[in-house]
């Protein structure tokens, strides 16, 4: 089994694998998620990210997934062996993305009621919202610490400019910080982490987590033309891949993926678990196989060739 990470300055420690729950209710029915869930924990692996917003975009769905995850957890009684992630700041019908302490307050009972839990392990502001102060989320946030009702908090799609005031207003009035950094990360999309989020998480001890770590698929290896995504789910997110670069990206993976006797999305997980700063890469599975991919993946380590011809390929 491949070495836990910690996350941060907490004492949540996890192994380089979440399991991403936007396909909860989504492409993935409740019977199905059971069954991947309980093989997920079966491999030895606790942390499930979810948001409070997923999967709303499917018509007559109301926050499925984290409904899903608490049945889930209170049918399998295992919520002590779990480590659950979740998300607040999402327009939920507000109108805006949404930080202030009224609504955060007001987001958390909804969450815990659907995972069926009386409290979180790490909630995370899902956007920035830059018509609330740093200040009035965090003091929203220590208070929640302090009613026990969340253990850590993380943030989620945040520049280092928003990073580092939100550190600093923290640091200031003795309020808890942001111990994870949730941004998009893969081999083609890069910049959300690279350069100075990067820097700043691996200066002042925090975690980043990866998310669309398989760039919605692409990077599997399944689709090897626009023509490949007729009917997807996820197709209209997919089409700007097929560039030079990720026709680039693409050889070398088959490449690599040949060379070790694994999946192309095995390998693409394991580039990002190589990065300075990141704890795990979330991805989400559908299937029994798909998930022994991913488990493979955090259990692969790639050498620092492997990992540079990836780094230039996808520059």
Not at 44 to 61: E, M
Not at 72 to 89: E, P, Q, Y
Not at 164 to 176: D, E, F, P, Y
Not at 207 to 214: C, K, R
Request: aromatic share 8%.
């Amino acid at each position: 089994m491949s070495t836990t990470r910690k996350l941060g300055r907490t004492d949540l420690e996890i192994q380089p694998l979440v399991f991403g729950g936007n396909v909860l209710g989504w492409t993935m029915d409740e019977a199905t998620s059971f069954r991947v869930l309980d093989a997920f924990v079966d491999a030895g692996f606790t942390a499930i990210d979810t948001a409070d917003s997923y999967s709303r975009w499917v018509p007559g769905n109301d926050s499925e997934s984290e409904k899903i995850i608490g049945r889930w957890l209170s049918a399998r009684g295992n919520r002590d062996r779990i480590h659950v992630f979740t998300k607040v700041g999402s327009d939920m019908g507000q109108g805006k993305k949404d930080l202030s302490a009224s609504w955060i307050e007001q987001a958390v009972e909804g969450s815990l009621r659907r995972l069926q839990t009386d409290y979180i392990d790490l909630y995370q502001s899902h956007w920035p919202d830059p018509s609330v102060a740093p200040e009035e989320t965090l003091r929203a946030y220590d208070r929640l610490i302090q009613a026990g009702k969340v253990r850590y908090i993380g943030c989620s799609n945040f520049d280092a400019a928003q990073l580092a005031q939100s550190q600093s207003v923290a640091s200031k009035l003795g309020l808890a910080r942001y111990e994870t950094v949730q941004n998009e990360l893969n081999l083609y999309s890069r910049s959300a982490y690279e350069g100075p989020v990067q820097d700043f998480v691996v200066e002042n001890g925090l975690s980043a987590l990866s998310y669309f770590s398989l760039a919605s698929g692409f990077l599997t290896g399944k689709y090897r033309s626009a023509a490949d995504l007729a009917d997807r789910p996820r197709g209209g997110w997919l089409k700007k891949y097929f560039d030079d670069r990720g026709l680039r990206i693409l050889a070398v993976l088959d490449a690599l993926a040949a060379a070790r006797g694994v999946q192309q999305a095995a390998i693409a997980i394991a580039w990002i678990n190589a990065q300075p700063g990141v704890a795990a890469a979330i991805a989400s599975a559908t299937s029994l196989d798909q998930l022994d991919v991913l488990i493979s993946a955090a259990r692969l380590k790639l050498t620092d060739a492997e990992v540079g011809r990836l780094d230039e390929a996808g520059r």
